[in-house]
């Protein structure tokens, strides 16, 4: 291999280790969010559509741009003088310039209302960032949570293997029964199926946080929140409704709805074209030159005008009767939301503070007696099946109450502290 291309081998072998290490690093739930947020191409194309509304706005407020008009006018398709430009004195070639006049105060109105229509998107771009944060936080509490419990389940699938070399002994020294090994065998064949389970777990949280992120997170570290209380009391967070993004992109729409009622409310003014001509003809004829005016006439405005404007004031009260209706349904939510967490948290604490040490202390019990000769080896072996079921039954219910946690939490988009 030549020197050159042996130093452009190492050079990207290095870089693929560097690039490896780099993406095997822990996360923080910070580094998740913000990097959810510039991996979304549905936020970044909502933010697009709000800046292209702003630069339509801009321009609504400027007059058409002005028409050039050129031809010829008046040629003969009869008589001695058919398909001749020069025999016949109103033959011309025409030149002019026109210039459409749209009122200032319609204009303005259109700007108002793509103006609204911007805000509206905007509102609509944090429903979509306060989604894509409460997302990327459950993914990551599962993540972390389930990562734990997979420990938890390895621990005590390597504690009951180590007792096969012990009950194999006691088998050939005649002590144990002969099939206690099977019963051995059996058992930890059903704690490494929970192990399994447990692995697909993480496995799907970190293929959900690669969706979200584009990266491959296996591992978190860093704080977790504090799920273990709500984020505010229930009265507070009600009252935090009206800053909810939905609420919000609910009132923009309101807005835009009376804008555009304020748009054709003007519809009626009659827009003006004018236009300035020079006409060229044949020899021994004078040229000529002109102005023409060309203005609406709003002859029927009961039948179209009004009724436009007419038709955009009742969507005006319909938005308002929708933001109403969406206000009221998160009320609901959030009086839904708390009610899960809480169910949730009394689940979990019973699971950590009342059934888990029992389990565990039971099967202390066991195992002393098992020792002493006083127990058999399945009594044994079920009370430690029955501590795994707990103990993952207890990170389920706190998995619960974290993924409600984060709903509660990231109800409304929140700035992210690095």
């Known amino acids: 291999m030549k020197p050159q291309t042996l130093s452009l081998w190492l050079g990207g072998v290095l870089l693929g280790f560097l690039s490896s290490a780099v993406q095997a690093q822990p996360w923080t739930l910070a580094q998740t969010l913000t990097e959810a947020q510039r991996y979304s191409a549905e936020l970044s194309a909502s933010r697009n ?17 002005p028409k050039l008009k050129f031809g010829i006018e008046n040629v003969p398709v009869q008589g001695s003088n058919d398909q001749r430009f020069t025999r016949e004195g109103m033959t011309m070639q025409r030149i002019g310039i026109m210039q459409s006049y749209v009122s200032a105060e319609k204009r303005e109105r259109k700007s108002q209302t793509l103006q609204a229509q911007a805000r509206g998107v905007e509102a609509k771009s ?12 459950q993914a990551w509490l599962d993540l972390a949570l389930l990562q734990q419990a997979l420990a938890t389940a390895k621990k005590l699938v390597s504690e009951t293997e180590r007792q096969q070399g012990a009950q194999k002994a006691s088998v050939g020294a005649g002590s144990a029964a002969p099939d206690s090994v099977l019963s051995l065998q059996m058992t930890l064949s059903a704690m490494r199926d929970k192990v399994t389970l447990a692995t697909r777990d993480v496995q799907l949280a970190q293929s959900r946080l ?3 992120t584009g990266q491959s997170i296996t591992e978190v570290q860093g704080p977790l929140p504090r799920y273990q209380r709500l984020p505010a009391d229930e009265k ?8 909810h993004p939905e609420v919000e992109a609910a009132l923009r729409e309101s807005e835009t709805a009376k804008a555009r009622s304020a748009q054709s409310a003007v519809a009626a003014i009659p827009d003006v074209d004018v236009e300035v001509f020079y006409s060229h003809r044949a020899e021994g004829y004078d040229d000529m030159a002109g102005v023409m ?12 005008q009004d009724k436009d404007y007419a038709a955009d004031v009742s969507r005006s009260m319909q938005a308002v009767d929708q933001l ?15 009610a899960q967490y809480q169910a949730a948290q009394t689940l979990w604490q019973r699971q950590r503070d009342d059934i888990l040490p029992l389990q565990h202390k039971r099967l202390e019990v066991l195992a002393a007696q098992y020792r002493s000769g006083q127990s058999e080896l399945p009594s044994l072996l079920e009370a430690r099946r029955s501590v795994l079921d707990t103990e993952l039954a207890a990170n389920q219910a706190e998995r619960e109450m974290a993924r409600t946690w984060a709903a509660i939490q990231w109800l409304i988009p929140q700035e992210i502290a690095q």
């Open 126 to 137: 944090e429903t979509i960032r306060a989604a894509l944060q409460r997302d990327t936080a």
């Open 236 to 243: 507070t967070l009600e009252e935090g409704i009206t800053r």
């Open 324 to 338: 109403t209706l969406i206000q009221r349904e998160h009320v609901a939510q959030v009086q839904s939301l708390v």
């Open 49 to 65: 559509e709000a800046q292209a509304l702003d630069m339509m706005a801009d321009s609504a407020t400027q007059l058409p741009d």
């Open 293 to 304: 005016f060309t203005v609406d006439l709003p002859l029927f405005q009961s039948r179209r």
């Open 210 to 212: 690669f969706q979200l």
